[in-house]
Nanobody
Framework: QVHMEESGGGLVQDGGSLRLSCAAS????????IGWFRQAPGKEREFVAA????????YYADSVKGRFTISRDNAKNTVYLQMNSLKPEDTAVYYC??????????????????????WGQGTQVTVSS
């Protein structure tokens, strides 16, 4: 069992930065792939970024590539999402998810949710124009 908790959300102006944290409990957390997804009002949940359990492999949605950076510190059981050059369209609730299924096997791809076994409650990010 893995418990996930996001933090770091808030209100920021267009062009600003925020760093989200996803803290997890669980002995095998370091073996889990971690992803960030977001959901804006009236829209479906969408992929933002993901990182493999070693930290060597990272994936980004085209909409955030070059602006967001995902990283992890397994010693602290925490994954970070550094968000720079924020835009009003980045406004959403951001969720982190964890799973131990191997990506690119079966139907498990970083940008999909089938591999996600555990989810946090989400943290609100609001970017004002």
């Amino acid at each position: 069992q893995v418990h996930m908790e996001e933090s770091g959300g808030g209100l920021v102006q267009d062009g600003g930065s925020l760093r989200l944290s996803c803290a997890a409990s669980g002995r095998t957390y370091s073996r889990y792939n971690i992803g960030w997804f977001r959901q804006a009002p009236g829209k479906e949940r969408e992929f933002v970024a993901a990182i493999g359990w070693t930290g060597a492999n990272t994936y980004y949605a085209d909409s955030v590539k070059g602006r967001f950076t995902i990283s992890r510190d397994n010693a602290k059981n925490t994954v970070y999402l550094q968000m720079n050059s924020l835009k009003p369209e980045d406004t959403a609730v951001y969720y982190c998810a964890a799973g131990d299924k191997r990506w690119y096997s079966g139907n498990y791809y970083p940008h999909r949710t089938e591999w996600c076994d555990y989810w946090g409650q989400g943290t609100q990010v609001t970017v004002s124009s």
